[in-house]
Nanobody, 125 residues
Framework: QVQLVESGGGLVQAGGSLRLSCAASGRTFSSYAVGWFRQAPGKERVIVAAISRSGGSTYYQNSVKGRFTVSRDNAKNTVYLQMTSLKPEDTSVYYC??????????????????WGQGTQVTVSS
């Protein structure tokens, strides 16, 4: 099973940017599709972005379209979530998750089995 570690969270003012990283170890990361999720206090965890094994297919939740960009560097075993024009409602713990798949071109919205520990993103108004 792949192990995931998120980093890059922090405190930022509204309108600012952050880049989250999800570093993987343990298995061939290019065999995994990846999703980024977030969970605010008292709310359910929801997916905000996803990327296929190849990086060629991506998904974004409507609330982050045009502001967040997911990408990956399989040579570095890392997936990124670039977040711009951040809003106070983006404040959450952000998690990355990985799903082993034989399909290189598909992203997934569910079925993830490997999870990172999360990184806090706080956007002040």
């Amino acid at each position: 099973q792949v192990q995931l570690v998120e980093s890059g969270g922090g405190l930022v003012q509204a309108g600012g940017s952050l880049r989250l990283s999800c570093a993987a170890s343990g298995r061939t990361f290019s065999s995994y599709a990846v999703g980024w999720f977030r969970q605010a206090p008292g709310k359910e965890r929801v997916i905000v972005a996803a990327i296929s094994r190849s990086g060629g297919s991506t998904y974004y939740q409507n609330s982050v379209k045009g502001r967040f960009t997911v990408s990956r560097d399989n040579a570095k075993n890392t997936v990124y979530l670039q977040m711009t024009s951040l809003k106070p409602e983006d404040t959450s713990v952000y998690y990355c998750a990985a799903k082993s798949t034989y399909v290189s071109s598909s992203y997934y919205l569910e079925g993830y089995r490997a999870w990172g520990q999360g990184t806090q993103v706080t956007v002040s108004s």
